[in-house]
């Protein structure tokens, strides 16, 4: 891929998962108040943006979704479920580790997702 392809690639990329990363914010609010706690969402959405907008694969921009989805999701749990004790994001952040398992593996999930959506779908023709 030519420089200005890559980045070309990246900027639509970086623009896919700001759009993408908001429309999951928004959608895990509402899904939120459906009764799920779906906190994989705004990750993998956030990827998905970058994936579909890029039209090429970049693995440093599957690498930056990865660490913006998963800032993504702990900012959206701190956003919804913030500590009762102290409801700053720096005591969020540093007692993190007090999550419930199961929404640790989630926010996993999510980063994961967002790197793997970023990659975008594999552009090879079975043709001749």
């Keep these: 891929m030519t420089e200005p392809l890559q980045t ?3 900027a639509l990329g970086l623009l896919g998962a700001a759009i993408g990363g908001s429309i999951g914010y928004f959608a895990f609010g509402w899904i939120l108040k459906q009764g799920f706690h779906a906190i994989m969402v705004p990750p993998a959405m956030l990827g998905f943006g970058a994936g579909y907008l890029s039209k090429g694969r970049s693995q440093p921009l599957a690498i930056v979704c990865a660490a913006a989805g998963l800032a993504l999701g702990l900012f959206s749990e701190w956003r919804f479920f913030p500590f009762i004790k102290d ?18 593996g989630l926010l996993a999930l999510g980063a994961f997702m967002s790197y793997r959506f970023a990659l975008g779908m594999d552009q090879k023709s079975d043709s001749p």
């Design 8 to 10: 070309k690639t990246f």
């Design 87 to 104: 409801e700053s994001f720096l005591y969020f952040v540093a007692h993190i580790h007090q999550l419930k398992p199961i929404v640790l």
